[in-house]
């Protein structure tokens, strides 16, 4: 009975997913990501190499379009249903994880990030094959090829986001306060040289680069000057982003890592829920404190803690156990209206049901450049500068023309020097301050022409006979200085 519930809500996460998935334009970051590709690295600025190998692969058996683009990312997030019951299932009890695979299937964030390459389904399908592999080391079973899996999918999962060395540092404090017996184990040190060289060309990518990978999580990771209502504001964005009973599983998931933890401190040597407690913290502490305002960064952590509700639920005597049950299908049903919801809105700009705020904003974000590409014609002689990264990318996918801005990997790929400047502006940034500081490093300046788009204006100028220097001009026309950021 649970394995055809299990492929039930794989068969729903797989049509919520592949559902007229070529149909929306590419976002600003699937369009960034793809350009990864087209320069292969051992990293890059804001991500190690995982995403662009992802879409490397995805392109080249689907093709360069927005399906090709997408396919292998939605087969990748689907596959994360499965994985998570059974993760949960070993990690904690067959509820634990019916309940991470449910609401894997139907969570927005999950369905978001399912029909948009990002490269958190990649993450999420490496963590848990990770801790799928980790889980009969745990129980005993010490053979030096299952060891080397367990390194070699570490090593994998760390080549794709600089956070998981927060998953690393979970898995370093499990293993010193909770199974010290591990350290004895010539396995364990397989593992761990197999993920450090796996992790090696990261770090010397890095260190070739002055450290623009690291000083760029740093950047985005800086806590202070944070106010309390910019932190209130960040969480209520969080509660938003991810929907009301997502976030309410994440609470009761929240408490079961905090029983975890606590029968973790009683009993070592039952203390596999308390690896997964740990993880979710460990990975969502940081965006809690963290400067940027990406609520999609929880996602990984929220993962780890899902199953973590079968552990309250399994502590329960009998009527309450039904209660909380019947609480759980609620939120679990609720949670799969809003999962729904959001894919409609990501296939027909519409909002039929109540959604997250991410499907809205992912959608403004990619329409209208496929038609304004289609009517565009740069001056000929003029460099094509877009102010945002992603409106630079998606101009360079639609219109088949380099497009420069002012972002640190583009400056590592190069910016070619120029005379003459075609400038793009997309959205509700002001046009005032932009026209008087293209005619301050310019000596001739025309419009902006403007295209009014079905979910945002874009507006073109072009400038010719620059006088200012051209890192002057890149600064004046750098987007986070733009908006004041």
Same mark, same amino acid.
């Given at each position: ?101 449910? %609401? $894997? @299937?139907? #969570?927005?964030? &999950?369905?978001? =990030? ?8 990649? /993450? +999420?399908? *490496? ?89 760029? %999580? $740093? @950047?985005? #990771?800086?806590? &202070?000057?944070? =106010? ?8 209520? /964005? +969080?509660? *938003? ?245």
């Amino acid at each position: 009975m649970i394995a055809l519930v299990v492929v039930a809500l794989t068969l729903a996460a797989l049509a919520l997913r592949f559902w007229r998935l070529g149909d929306m334009p590419l976002f600003g970051d699937e369009a960034y990501y793809l350009q990864y590709a087209g320069h292969p690295a051992p990293s890059y600025v804001d991500h190690p190499a995982g995403i662009a190998v992802l879409l490397w692969i995805s392109t080249a058996f689907g093709g360069r379009s927005e399906l090709g683009l997408r396919w292998l990312n939605a087969l990748l997030s689907t596959g994360c249903v499965p994985l998570a019951y059974i993760m949960g299932r070993r990690y904690v009890n067959a509820a634990g994880g019916l309940i991470a695979a449910a %609401a $894997v @299937a139907f #969570g927005p964030v &999950f369905v978001v =990030t399912g029909r948009v390459a990002f490269p958190d389904s990649l /993450h +999420a399908v *490496l963590m848990l094959a990770n801790l799928l592999a980790l889980v009969p080391l745990l129980e005993g079973r010490d053979e030096r090829g299952r060891w080397a899996l367990f390194g070699f999918t570490l090593a994998l999962l760390l080549n794709v986001k600089l956070s998981s060395v927060f998953y690393a540092a979970a898995l370093a404090l499990y293993v010193l306060f909770w199974r010290t017996d591990l350290l004895r184990r010539s396995g364990l040190w397989l593992a761990a040289g197999i993920a450090a060289l796996g992790f090696l060309p990261v770090i010397a990518w890095n260190a070739t680069n002055d450290w623009a990978g690291v000083r760029w %999580a $740093v @950047a985005q #990771g800086n806590a &202070f000057g944070l =106010t309390p209502l910019s932190r209130t504001a960040r969480l209520h /964005h +969080a509660w *938003l982003y991810h929907t009301p009973p997502m976030a309410l599983m994440g609470l009761l998931a929240g408490l079961g890592a905090a029983v975890a933890l606590w029968r973790g401190t009683r009993d070592r040597r039952a203390s596999k829920p308390t690896l997964l407690a740990l993880i979710g913290a460990c990975l969502m502490l940081p965006v809690l404190l963290s400067n940027a305002n990406n609520a999609r960064n929880l996602m990984l952590g929220l993962l780890a803690w899902l199953p973590l509700i079968g552990l309250l639920w399994s502590g329960l005597a009998r009527p309450w156990s039904r209660l909380f049950g019947g609480a759980v299908a609620l939120l679990l049903t609720w949670n799969a209206v809003y999962g729904v919801g959001t894919a409609l809105e990501m296939v027909n700009y519409r909002e039929q049901l109540p959604r997250s705020i991410a499907a809205r904003s992912v959608t403004q974000d990619a329409a209208d450049w496929p038609e304004f590409c289609a009517g565009f014609s740069p001056a000929p002689g003029s460099v094509l500068y877009a102010v945002g990264y992603s409106y630079a990318a998606q101009v360079q996918f639609y219109c088949g023309v380099p497009t420069y801005t002012n972002v640190p990997q583009l400056h590592i790929w190069g910016i070619p020097d120029f005379d003459a400047l075609t400038v793009i502006v997309a959205g509700d940034l002001p046009p005032e301050p932009i026209d008087a500081l293209l005619r301050q490093d310019f000596a001739e300046v025309s419009g902006p022409t403007i295209t009014s788009g079905t979910r945002k204006p874009i507006r073109v100028w072009q400038a010719d006979g620059r006088r200012a220097p051209v890192e002057q001009v890149l600064e004046d026309l750098d987007y986070l200085r733009l908006v004041g950021e």
